[in-house]
């Protein structure tokens, strides 16, 4: 089979590292990056820590405005597809790329197979909830990675082609524990479970000045500063950096590889965040998890009491994050750790 698969955003590539490996092991691939995130340190350092095959093709889109970005995409990913022709598209997870994607290839009557189909925050306000409702319903074969999710394309009427195969994810962090190892630690002078590490990066968050400073400054994480908060330190891997200052009790570092991001996790008393990715990833390693949203996709890491949904009102924050240590089991959750299989098997059935 000839595969064409579209990759942008940072959690796409850590995606694709699972399954291209098995992909190529049988079929041709061609790597579309968007080009939606260039940094280096948002996008090069994953494809050479992860082993992902460099993109065969990058489109240099870039940063725009939603629409404007999109159709750029569109445009640009029709023009690969026609010229290659491929029997698959395959997309990732709920971002501009994954709908320019979608969208390109349904048009032109290529079957698009989604990974990570049927989350739902049921908040429309957030772009990625447009971005995986519409995927979803132009797609051929979603693939979930929770019974939660095949739940939720079944109450929207999707029920064809629609398998549970567990998390990629959860394949990549399985590949990445023994390979990260702990000098990022020393490089900034922390010792385990010494410190809370912070991540933030959605528009909801970001986009609102008010909610951004409420989270990063003085309200929430340095008023911890009274001896309550559970940690010397609170570390941001963050892009955003121009919006935050480091503080006594904050200390904004650039955003790190996967495997030192891995280290950073494991090691870390609490995480506080409001990625996907890192609730599961928290989840997984047995690190309590604050959650800066209202609502989450990934419902069950809050079922079992190892994520607390806060929103970002301080004093909910610190009370979260100070919470004694969950003693509630830590069932295995979307899946073992081979979904990237599971989902080259589907595709060579479909
Ligand atoms: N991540 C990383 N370095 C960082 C911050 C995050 O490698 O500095 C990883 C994180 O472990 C997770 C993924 O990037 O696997 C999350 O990406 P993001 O938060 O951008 O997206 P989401 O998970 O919300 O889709």
């Not at 691939?29 to 080009?35: A, P, S």
């Not at 074969?141 to 739940?151: F, R």
């Not at 301080?314 to 069932?331: D, F, G, Y």
Request: glycine fraction near 6%; charged fraction near 20%; proline fraction near 5%.
């Amino acid at each position: 089979m000839h595969i064409a698969t579209i990759v942008g955003a940072r959690p796409q590539f850590i995606k694709a590292a699972a399954i291209s490996r098995v992909l190529r092991q049988r079929h041709r691939e061609v790597l579309v990056h968007t080009g939606q995130h260039y940094d280096v340190r948002m996008s090069a350092v994953f494809f050479q820590e992860l082993n992902i095959p460099l993109p065969d093709i990058n489109l240099e889109v870039g940063s725009a405005s939603h629409g404007a970005q999109t159709g750029t995409m569109l445009a640009k990913i029709e023009a690969v597809l026609l010229d290659e022709r491929p029997d698959w598209v395959l997309v990732y997870g709920d971002t501009n790329s994954t709908l320019s994607g979608a969208l390109a290839a349904a048009k032109l009557h290529i079957p698009v197979a989604h990974v990570e189909a049927g989350l739902r925050s049921f908040n429309r306000a957030m772009p990625e909830e447009i971005n995986r409702v519409l995927t979803d319903h132009v797609s051929n074969l979603l693939l979930c990675p929770s019974q939660t999710a095949v739940d939720n394309l079944a109450r929207e009427g999707i029920t064809q082609g629609v398998i549970l195969v567990g998390d990629v994810r959860a394949d990549v962090l399985r590949l990445a524990v023994d390979r990260a190892d702990p000098e990022i630690l020393r490089r900034l002078q922390v010792k385990p479970s010494s410190y809370a590490l912070a991540t933030v990066h959605r528009a909801e968050n970001t986009d609102n000045s008010a909610r951004l400073l409420n989270i990063y400054i003085d309200r929430s994480f340095s008023t911890a500063d009274a001896g309550h908060f559970p940690c010397s330190s609170t570390y941001f891997p963050s892009n955003y950096n121009s919006w935050m200052e480091t503080t006594g009790y904050v200390k904004l570092i650039e955003p790190v590889g996967y495997l030192d991001m891995v280290t950073l996790m494991r090691n870390a008393r609490v995480i506080l965040t409001d990625s996907g990715g890192v609730q599961k990833e928290a989840y997984w390693l047995g690190i309590p998890c604050v959650t800066l949203r209202d609502e989450t996709e990934w419902i069950e890491t809050v079922t079992f009491g190892w994520n607390v949904l806060v929103g970002t009102e301080p004093e909910r924050i610190v009370a979260a994050a100070n919470r004694p240590l969950p003693t509630t089991p830590r069932p295995t959750l979307y899946g073992d750790g081979f979904a990237a299989e599971r989902c080259v098997a589907a595709l060579e059935r479909s």
